[in-house]
Every structure is written in C-alpha cells, then in structure tokens.
C-alpha cells in the first residue's frame, strides 16, 4: 500500500514570496490533515478536511494560509505571503478516521 | 503551563541499554495516549497507544500511564541503533476520536550509540 505522498519534499523562498505544497493521501482515507512542525515543537494541526469538507481550521493563520482539497482526495496547502516565523516543516497526513498515516513533510525555509 | 510536556534531550544511551522517555500532562480529562516515533527527515510514525491507565507491551517497548500522577512514560528495552529517533508523546480527551484531536509534546531526541 503506497504511503502518503508529499512534494516538494523541500523549498526555500524569501520572505513575503509565495508557497504552495501538494499532499496526495492513501487511497480510500476521507480524512485529510496538515500539520506544522517547528524545529524542536510537535506537529501543529493547521486544518482537517473530511472528504472536500473543512471540520477543523481553527488554528489556521487564514490571513496567509490557505488549504483546498478539490474532489477529495489530493490537497494543497498555500502560504501567501511567507514570514519568517513559516520555516517548518509541513506535514500531511490521512486516515479512515481513527489514528491516520503521516507523509514524509515539506521542509520550508524562508530567508 | 502547557497541557503536553516532554524533555527534548538529547538522550544518548549505549546499545543494549533501558530507556525511559516521558511526559506529563495537565488536562485531567486526558485519557488516549499515544507514542510516534520520528525518523530524521521523516513523518512520525505510531508506535504505541493505551487508553486510560495501565501498560502495554508490545515487543521490546511498554507503555505506561500513571492517571494519577498525570505522567506517561515509554521503555525501551535492549535499545540499538536503529531506535535512534525523536520520540513524540501525544495525548487526547477522546478513545478513537479523530487525529485532529491529538496534543503533541515536544519530542525526545534519542541516541542509541553501537
């Protein structure tokens, strides 16, 4: 059973550039999430998306990020503009419901 | 106070060593824990979870958790090198709820010297 599927696998942009990353879940999981991961910090929940449906956004900085997921499967997760404070490491993960799968994250840097 | 808190180490241990990794909590209402482990460069990864009070063993590893004291701990018995890994505690207020419910700690880095 292929994993979680995340690209870039790195970026790096300038401050206030724009950003967008790509997670493509495992086949059949409805739930979808991104987390944010600070050097030395536990993954963050940024948003969950059950099918194409939003359940939880609340920690998500909606005056720069921004998530869809299109169909329900395949997601991006867009940062415009970046700030310093961004570099971390983006983690996608899915699940059937329970305890899900997380994807190998997108290490950003912003300079 | 944060609701999650985990020592970040770094742990350096020889190989064949026990290991202790833990974590307390202040949310009482707590009762679903879980341990991923995290390769470098890599997602987390589960490990292990209990529910509500008690141990579990699976292999050379056992959780436990300590309502009580709110404390959780992870062992790892005759460590080797492969178990180099940080080590994340995480912990929620519902039994099979969904993922987006979980709080991380900080993670453990762990070194496990041949």
């Known amino acids: 059973e292929a994993g979680v599927a995340q690209s870039p696998r790195y970026k790096i942009i300038e401050k206030r550039q724009s950003v967008a990353f790509w997670c493509n879940p495992i086949?059949?999981?409805?739930?979808l999430y991104w987390y944010q991961q600070i050097l030395g910090q536990g993954p963050k929940l940024l948003i969950q998306?059950?099918?194409?449906?939003?359940?939880?956004d609340s920690q998500l900085p909606k005056d720069r990020f921004s998530a869809e997921r299109l169909k329900g499967v395949d997601s991006t997760l867009k940062i415009q503009p970046a700030k310093l404070e961004d570099s971390a490491v983006y983690l996608c993960?899915?699940?059937?419901?329970?305890?899900?799968?997380f994807g190998p994250g997108t290490r950003l840097t912003v300079l | 106070q944060k609701e999650v808190e985990q020592d970040p180490g770094p742990l350096s241990v020889p190989e064949g060593a026990i290991v202790s990794l833990n974590c307390t909590y202040s949310?009482?209402?707590?009762?679903?824990f879980m341990w991923y482990r995290q390769y470098s460069r890599k997602g987390p990864e589960l490990l292990m979870y209990?529910?509500?009070?008690g141990n579990k063993e699976d292999g050379r590893f056992t959780a436990q958790v300590d309502k009580s004291s709110k404390y959780i701990s992870l062992f790892i018995r005759d460590s080797q090198p492969s178990d180099s890994a940080t080590y994340l505690c995480?912990?929620?207020?519902?039994?099979?709820?969904?993922?987006?419910?979980?709080?991380f700690g900080k993670g453990t880095k762990l070194s496990v010297k041949p």
């Open positions: 995480a912990m929620s207020e519902e039994y099979g709820g969904s993922q987006g419910n979980l709080i």
């Open positions: 993960a899915s699940s059937l419901g329970g305890n899900g799968f």
């Open positions: 086949s059949g999981h409805a739930t």
């Open positions: 949310n009482s209402a707590f009762q679903y």
């Open positions: 998306f059950q099918n194409n449906g939003v359940v939880d």
């Open positions: 209990t529910y509500s009070s």
